[in-house]
């Protein structure tokens, strides 16, 4: 199988909702379904100084979840609860600054709020403000830091932070370098459903780093990854079916997968794609695009 580097993207996550979830999907969910009295009331109550309600107002907007996405309704409410020093909106607040979402984007302010929210203890923030602080976004580059924030927020179950503190053990990047220790995050992270995580795992696997070699294992992780989109792993499948490595060799179904991964901009997914083509009769070529179509429809992906 041919090497391939690992893939790693060090992103700001979306906030989750406060505490009382329960109670706010209940009423999310009757805003989903057109109730607009319920998104009246909402809003009436967080013009009178509902916190918690300001901050799921917040992040609704912020991620058109039952509302249309509105960056500056999602900083509105998001800042009155912030100053109110609700950790969850100041973790999304902290977040829009970072992405430049319905503001100028400014790394200074997105740490500030980062902050304050990490150190109320929300995890989100945790592993955003690590992010921050392992790329010197408005504050100090320091790898040290980064990992104390990393390990604060998978202390709480943080997936994102565990795949992120999986990628620091691996590079060797404010510890030492560990495969094992970098294993074992990947591993936490992927079983929670990070396709980045998944992939990285796969890798190792594949590998042998902090690990035996187990094509099987990678597959499986590869595969994980790929269903949820991952281009990198998507075209690590077709490679393996392409070699025949931990798979039967099945050149039609590599096409599909390095289709697949060329639609979702994996560069050396459209090289690899060209050359099977030229391999495969115009029948089988035939065979792997219904196939892949088939695929993306199955998981509403493009049309």
């Given at each position: ?21 329960g ?25 009178k ?28 409410w998001l ?10 909106a ?38 955003d403000?690590?992010t ?17 924030w ?21 590079h060797?990047t404010?510890v ?27 890798l ?27 281009a ?9 079916y ?31 794609l ?11 070529v035939?065979e ?16």
């Open positions: 199988m041919r090497t391939i580097g690992l893939f790693v993207v060090l992103a700001l996550w979306l906030p989750c909702f406060p505490v009382e979830a109670y706010f999907e209940e009423l999310l969910a009757k805003v989903k379904h057109g109730d607009a009295k319920t998104l009246e009331d909402l809003v009436d109550k967080a013009k100084g509902d916190v918690l309600i300001q901050s799921a107002l917040g992040i609704m907007y912020r991620a058109g979840n039952g509302v249309p996405q509105d960056y500056k309704e999602a900083l509105f800042r009155k609860a912030a100053e109110q020093h609700n950790a969850p100041q973790a999304a607040l902290g977040a829009l600054y970072a992405r430049g979402e319905g503001v100028l984007q400014d790394y200074q302010e997105a740490a500030n709020w980062l902050r304050k929210a990490a150190e109320q203890g929300d995890a989100e923030a945790q592993s403000l690590g921050a602080c392992a790329k010197g976004q408005g504050v100090p580059q320091d790898y040290e830091e980064a990992v104390a990393y390990q604060k927020a998978t202390a709480q179950g943080h997936a994102g932070a565990q795949f992120k503190l999986g990628f620091m053990y691996y060797g404010g030492v370098k560990d495969y094992k220790q970098s294993l074992y995050w990947y591993q936490r992270a992927a079983e929670q459903g990070d396709s980045n995580a998944q992939l990285n795992l796969g190792m696997y594949a590998r042998g780093y902090g690990t035996a070699r187990d094509p099987d294992q990678a597959i499986a992780w590869f595969f994980k990854a790929a269903e949820q989109n991952n990198q792993a998507q075209s690590n499948l077709g490679l393996s392409q070699e025949g490595w931990g798979v039967t060799k099945d050149p039609i179904t590599a096409h599909v997968w390095f289709n697949l991964a060329s639609a979702n901009g994996y560069k050396e997914a459209k090289v690899l060209d050359q099977l083509t030229n391999q495969l009769t115009p029948a089988e035939e792997a695009q219904k196939r892949a179509k088939a695929w993306r429809i199955s998981h509403a992906i493009g049309k």
